[in-house]
């Protein structure tokens, strides 16, 4: 079933490959390594989120930076994410907070913008 599974989302999203993982903690470390972040490298996390958005950052060797969220959706605060930018940066893992989707427009331009990888 997980393979069958595995292909529709496949097909559905027109990637090569699809892999289901046991919860989102292993498929955040999991994206991570695939993006090859670890030792040295620095990776955005609201500072509003579950623990396992930042254990993963330490689980692949990296150090996550916490920034603030908005108040009113509780998502990460864009503006705070440029302000913590630096050279190692090479990642942001925005979390949707509790049903309240992303604005990923501003965070696409900064995804661009500084060359990092948003998971």
């Known amino acids: 079933m997980t393979k069958r599974f595995e292909d529709k ?6 990637a090569k490959y699809a892999v289901a993982t ?6 955040l470390e999991l994206a991570l390594r695939a993006l ?5 490298d620095e990776v955005i996390v609201p500072d509003f989120t579950y623990p396992a958005t930042a254990d993963v950052v330490y689980f692949v060797g990296a150090r996550p930076v916490s920034v603030d969220v908005n108040i009113l959706s509780y998502n990460i605060d864009v503006n705070e994410i440029k302000k913590a930018i630096t050279e ?5 893992i925005p979390v949707s907070w509790s049903g309240n989707p992303l604005n ?5 331009e900064l995804k661009e913008e500084y060359s990092l990888h948003v998971v």
């Open 9 to 14: 989302v496949a097909e559905f999203t027109g």
């Open 22 to 27: 046991t919860n989102c903690t292993a498929a």
């Open 36 to 40: 090859h972040i670890g030792l040295g």
């Open 88 to 92: 190692r940066m090479k990642c942001i």
């Open 104 to 108: 990923f427009k501003p965070m696409n």
